[in-house]
């Protein structure tokens, strides 16, 4: 039942690009993503809601395809302080209970 | 306070004894999360509260684990007879509990079972 992420980790260069990816194997309602930095609480980044939409702020932004149960989030010219473990939170039926993903550590490196 | 508070912030205790925890959310937040994070590992889901009422508690691992709301606002989560796979950082968030809702979280409380 817990979305999976893919990659489980990644490492880049400050300028880089990255795309993580939640799957889930039921139907989606929306879609939260957190970022949690090491020994931090996470910390909310955007919420897609069903409808396909795509959202983004600063170089950050994301997509959901409620068809194919997935969300992807995409982060471009990546900076030192995107390190972090990405975390996508999923709901089912619009009852605000929120399942989290496996996770998708990312570090940027200078 | 502005965050979500919880407490303690640490605690170690010995296998067999009980332990309360306690979160204090937002002011005005109706959904409130039990979240369980092991070390290195991802976000494992408890319990949810909207109100006082826990529509959803089939995240709770056993039935050493309990939780309750009283007045729509702070929420105890209460591990019996702990065990040491127990060990874990308990998360607690809230959210306005409508679908364009962040959840906010606290810091977190550290759980140590000896």
């Known amino acids: 039942q817990q979305p999976v992420q893919s990659p489980q980790a990644v490492i880049l260069r400050e300028g880089e690009d990255a795309v993580i990816n939640c799957s889930s194997s039921k139907a989606l309602y929306s879609v939260h993503w957190y970022r949690q930095k090491h020994g931090e609480a996470p910390v909310f980044l955007m919420i897609?809601?069903?409808?396909?939409e795509q959202k983004g702020h600063d170089k950050i932004s994301a997509s959901f395809n409620e068809k194919k149960q997935q969300s992807s989030l995409y982060l471009t010219a990546s900076q030192l302080s995107y390190s972090g473990t990405y975390f996508c939170?999923?709901?089912?039926?619009?009852?605000?209970?929120?399942?989290f993903g496996t996770g998708t550590r990312l570090k940027v490196l200078a | 306070g502005a965050g979500v508070s919880q407490s303690p912030s640490n605690k170690v205790t010995e296998k067999g004894k009980d332990v309360e925890l306690r979160c204090d959310p937002i002011?005005?937040?109706?959904?409130l999360y039990w979240y369980r994070q092991s070390l290195g590992q991802g976000l494992e889901f408890l319990i949810y509260?909207?109100?006082?009422?826990?529509?959803?508690k089939s995240g709770l691992p056993s039935d050493r684990f309990s939780a309750e709301r009283t007045g729509g606002s702070v929420s105890t989560l209460t591990i019996q007879r702990t065990q040491q796979e127990d060990s874990a950082v308990y998360l607690c968030?809230?959210?306005?509990?409508?679908?364009?809702?962040?959840?906010?979280f606290g810091e977190g409380s550290r759980l140590t079972v000896l």
């Open positions: 897609l809601l069903k409808g396909g």
């Open positions: 509260f909207q109100g006082n009422s826990a529509p959803d």
């Open positions: 002011s005005g937040h109706t959904a």
């Open positions: 968030a809230s959210s306005l509990g409508s679908n364009t809702g962040e959840l906010f």
């Open positions: 939170g999923t709901e089912t039926s619009g009852t605000y209970k929120y399942i």
